[in-house]
C-alpha cells in the first residue's frame, strides 16, 4: 500500500511539473485569440536544424520565470521558419510554396519569415495586440537576457526608446528578476 501511495504522489508530481510550459500555439491561432481578447503575441521563430534554437527551448523557455511572464502577459507563438503552416496576417496568406518534404537539413526559407525579414535564428518577434509587428530580436537569449524585452514590450516601455541613447539608459536602469 505504501508503494502505491508513493507511486500516486509520484506521478501528481511529475504531472505538475510537465504542464508548467509556456502555452505554445500557431500564430492563426494567436491572431484568433487577440479578436476574443487582445494581448500581445511573443514569436519564437526557429528552424529544426538550429542548434541554438534547441537551447532556447532547453534553456531558456524552460525557465519558470520565463513560462510565468510569457503565459501571463502573451500569446505565445512557435513558428518554423521552414515549415509548410499557412499563415494569413493582415489580409494576406503566407505559405512556403518552395519546401522540399524529406529534404535533410535546410529547407525553403517561409514567406512569413520574409516578411517578418528575420536575419537569423532564433529570432523573437513581438506584435501589438492588435497584430502589428513591433519588432524582431534575433538570436539566442538566457532568461536574464530575454527578461528585459519581455518587461519592455510588456509593460509598453517600447513606445518611450525612440533613439539609441534612450534605449541604454533603459539597460542601465534595468533591474531583472528572473533567475
Not at 534553456?59 to 513558428?79: C, G, L, M, P, Q
Not at 529547407?107 to 492588435?130: C, E, M, Q, W
Amino acid at each position: 500500500m505504501k508503494k502505491f501511495i508513493f507511486f500516486i504522489v509520484l506521478l501528481i508530481t511529475f504531472q505538475g511539473i510537465a504542464q508548467e510550459e509556456i502555452q505554445w500555439m500557431t500564430m492563426n491561432e494567436a491572431l484568433a485569440a487577440q479578436q476574443e481578447k487582445p494581448k500581445k503575441i511573443f514569436m519564437d521563430v526557429y528552424t529544426k536544424w538550429c542548434g541554438p534554437c534547441k537551447l532556447l527551448d532547453k534553456n531558456t523557455f524552460s525557465n519558470k520565470d520565463v513560462i510565468d511572464f510569457v503565459n501571463e502577459n502573451f500569446y505565445a507563438v512557435k513558428f518554423n521558419a521552414e515549415g509548410t503552416e499557412e499563415i494569413t496576417y493582415q489580409d494576406f496568406t503566407y505559405t512556403n510554396p518552395n519546401y522540399q518534404p524529406g529534404r535533410k537539413g535546410r529547407n525553403a526559407t517561409h514567406f512569413f519569415a520574409d516578411a517578418l525579414r528575420i536575419s537569423g535564428y532564433p529570432s523573437l518577434v513581438f506584435f501589438k495586440d492588435n497584430g502589428d509587428l513591433i519588432q524582431s530580436v534575433p538570436g539566442y537569449r538566457t532568461p536574464k537576457q530575454l527578461e528585459i524585452y519581455l518587461k519592455m514590450i510588456a509593460n509598453d516601455d517600447y513606445q518611450e526608446l525612440t533613439t539609441v541613447e534612450a534605449w541604454e539608459e533603459y539597460q542601465k536602469n534595468f533591474k531583472g528578476t528572473f533567475k
